[in-house]
């Protein structure tokens, strides 16, 4: 079975620390995501990356930055948090892009003080 | 761009009764549809895709869902609901134009009743 890890479950921090969120993937996926999860707005893309050291921005990447250095790890990154991103954070990774299909981690629940 | 719709941020169903989620898409090439579902705590995992072969497409949990392309619908339907199917339901959609970006509607949580 893909298994993706979300490093934390669950994070408090204060305005304006810098905070990395970890995703590992262990099936040698090419493409990775990141995406926030608020009530009533589904899942928003904040970065992606179809291959490794490759990034493209999403739909909301304003405040966020990503780092993929190997295959199987992806990064994400906020520079001074705000309390307008305390949100679910959920990592995700696909074979390739003609497979389609999303395999998701548990998510991280981001809560900026 | 690619869009997805969903109607009804909420639905509650009896037990035994049909589950109707309704989803609709916009993109100007065939795209590939997509139902996720997501217990409470949980991550998403996929219930069901269209990759363009048969329009009507069964996943796990006896769910289904039909392609139609004139009506750019996606709904997905389960004939006999269960209480183990409350959950959140997100419809998605990627495309060649998108860059194959999977783009989610806003989700529905479905309640059953007992």
């Known amino acids: 079975d893909v298994k993706v890890t979300q490093s934390s479950r669950y994070l408090v921090k204060r305005t304006g620390e810098k905070v990395f969120l970890e995703c590992v993937q262990d099936?040698?996926?090419?493409?990775m995501f990141w995406y926030r999860q608020d009530p009533g707005l589904g899942l928003r893309l904040i970065y992606f990356?179809?291959?490794?050291?490759?990034?493209e921005k999403g739909d909301i990447p304003e405040g966020y930055s990503v780092s993929r250095e190997k295959k199987e790890r992806f990064s994400l990154i906020l520079e001074s948090a705000s309390t307008n991103q305390t949100s679910m954070y959920l990592c995700?990774?696909?074979?390739?892009?003609?497979?389609?299909?999303?395999?998701f981690g548990e998510g991280s629940r981001l809560t900026v003080l | 761009a690619q869009s997805v719709t969903q109607l009804g941020s909420h639905v509650s169903v009896s037990e035994g009764a049909l589950v109707l989620l309704r989803c609709n898409y916009s993109?100007?090439?065939?795209?590939?549809l997509f139902w996720y579902v997501q217990y409470p705590n949980q991550g998403l995992q996929l219930l069901l895709k269209?990759?363009?072969?048969?329009?009507l497409v069964k996943g796990i949990n006896g769910f289904e869902a039909e392609f139609k392309k004139s009506e750019t619908s996606f709904h997905l339907t389960k004939p006999s609901a269960h209480m183990s199917d409350a959950a959140e339901y997100f419809c998605?959609?990627?495309?060649?134009?998108?860059?194959?970006?999977?783009?989610f509607g806003a989700g529905t949580r479905l309640f059953v009743k007992a």
């Open positions: 099936m040698d996926h090419e493409n």
């Open positions: 993109s100007s090439v065939p795209p590939y």
């Open positions: 269209y990759t363009s072969a048969a329009t």
């Open positions: 990356s179809y291959d490794v050291k490759m990034k």
């Open positions: 995700a990774s696909r074979q390739d892009r003609a497979t389609g299909e999303l395999f």
């Open positions: 998605a959609v990627s495309d060649l134009n998108g860059g194959f970006k999977t783009i």
